[in-house]
């Protein structure tokens, strides 16, 4: 019953703090540091907001309870949720280019592990003037780690830029008939 009213109040909290943040405004409380570590360490806003909140939220465990607690974090990571699907949409993912020196491991790596395809682009090093493969990934946004996990254990060099795009239809993803 709690852990349900803590999920309610979470989309409450989430959909309010969403309309906050889309309005470039704060509540006056942990948002304020979220907006700076957000700004400084490149952080999505909604995450740096789940993180400063769940250090309050650690913090008032030790003296309260861990019980409330908990259910202060089931309220919190829900309204993260809430806050980031009015702030970015809920078709956001995330997209990946990976330059590596070895793009058949990492694509195969990345097929094998996350069952999830690759794009190889022909590029070309404009320094070196090497012709090179570039991979395109597209993934959800909590698929991220995971992703730079595998392409760091087969490629510790390869170079990746981690982006956003506001919708994808295909395969894998949302169909392009709707």
């Not at 590596?100 to 794009?119: F, H, N, Q, W, Y």
């Not at 996990?149 to 239809?169: M, S, T, Y």
């Amino acid at each position: 019953m709690l852990n349900a009213l803590a999920a309610r109040g979470g989309v409450v909290g989430g959909i309010g703090m969403g309309l906050t943040f889309l309005g470039q405004g704060t509540a006056g409380g942990t948002d304020i540091l979220a907006r700076v570590l957000a700004r400084i360490r490149g952080i999505p806003l909604s995450q740096s907001y789940l993180f400063t909140d769940a250090l309050v939220i650690l913090l008032a465990g030790a003296v309260f309870g861990w019980e409330q607690a908990l259910y202060a974090m089931i309220a919190l990571y829900v309204s993260g949720v809430a806050a980031e699907v009015i702030t970015e949409g809920a078709g956001i993912v995330r997209t990946a280019i990976i330059v590596s020196g070895k793009p058949r491991e990492v694509a195969d790596a990345i097929l094998r592990e996350m069952e999830r395809g690759a794009t190889g682009l022909h590029g070309e090093g404009m320094y070196t003037h090497q012709a090179r493969t570039v991979l395109f990934v597209v993934i959800s946004r909590s698929k991220v780690a995971r992703l730079e996990a595998i392409i760091h254990e087969v490629d510790p060099e390869a170079f990746v830029v981690i982006g956003q795009a506001n919708e994808a239809l295909g395969e894998g993803f949302r169909s392009l008939k709707e």
